[in-house]
């Protein structure tokens, strides 16, 4: 799920862009880079954003649903419904 259309479609939230801007909206495509602290910034960016879109679910289904979202190590994600 895309992150600003996340926060700002379901939670209600401002979510300006973080890795383009309006003099160029595809700067997040080209200006990637495999330098390992840019990398390393993006990882972080992204399970940022995995731990508000699972507390954001988890409270908007009543705490049934729990979320496994894979990481670097793990690529298969597991979703899993806990007992009512």
Do not use: C, H, I, Y
């Not at 209600?12 to 909206?25: E, I, N, P, V």
């Not at 954001?56 to 597991?78: I, N, Y």
Request: charged share 30%; net charge negative; hydrophobic share 45%.
């Amino acid at each position: 799920m895309e992150r600003r259309w996340f926060r700002r479609d379901l939670a209600g939230q401002d979510a300006l862009a973080l890795f383009s801007s309006t003099a160029d909206s595809d700067e997040d495509f080209d200006g990637a880079t495999d330098n390992p602290r840019v990398v390393a910034a993006a990882w972080e960016v992204w399970r940022t954003e995995v731990a508000f879109a699972e507390q954001f679910v988890t409270e908007a289904m009543g705490s049934r649903l729990q979320l496994a979202v894979p990481t670097p190590t793990d690529p298969e994600p597991k979703p899993e419904v806990a007992a009512a």
